[in-house]
């Protein structure tokens, strides 16, 4: 009786560490289809971008991104 609750025990014990290995695993493969996925996105925008630029033969200008128009208008609120 004590040989096969140690058996269990220890079985239960290789099973657990198995699964968080499994889940650290998934984990990273997760975040790298996330870079990847990431990347994709940002070549097809620059892709798109450089696309419409051409087409347009340059007539439509990038507007600066809300992060960059925050960084000006805090930059020229300083110099005030």
Not at 2 to 15: P, Q
Not at 38 to 54: N, V
Request: glycine content about 4%; hydrophobic content about 40%.
């Amino acid at each position: 009786m004590k040989f096969t609750a140690t058996a269990l025990l220890i079985t239960s014990l290789l099973v657990l560490a198995g699964c968080d290995q499994a889940e650290k695993s998934a984990q990273q493969l997760m975040g790298k289809a996330a870079e990847s996925a990431k990347q994709a996105i940002d070549d097809t925008h620059k892709a798109a971008e450089q696309a419409l630029s051409d087409a347009t033969g340059g007539l439509i200008s990038k507007k600066p991104s809300s992060a960059e128009d925050e960084e000006q208008s805090s930059s020229s609120s300083q110099e005030i």
